[in-house]
């Protein structure tokens, strides 16, 4: 019976571990490319983590669109 206990508190820790690997290169990814971080977290939900991914990899990225107020002197052709 005791050993039932350390292996789900060893577990735990496991898991725990494996978010703090997981979720912060996935947040620094995220808001550089201009989405919310909190979208890191659905890298721990099976098949939603996919979805995501495919989504951020196909979407126009709110970082490389130029602000508002700026021009683009590379389209200009001068």
Not at 26 to 44: H, R, V, Y
Not at 58 to 75: I, L, R, T, V, Y
């Amino acid at each position: 019976m005791m050993h039932d206990t350390m292996w789900f508190g060893g577990h735990w820790l496991f898991m725990l571990l494996w978010v703090a690997i997981i979720l912060p290169p996935f947040w620094q990814i995220f808001s550089k490319a201009g989405f919310s971080g909190w979208l890191s977290l659905l890298m721990l939900i099976p098949l939603a983590n996919l979805v995501v991914l495919y989504i951020v990899a196909f979407a126009e990225w709110p970082a490389s669109k130029p602000a508002a107020g700026q021009h683009d002197d590379s389209a200009r052709g001068d």
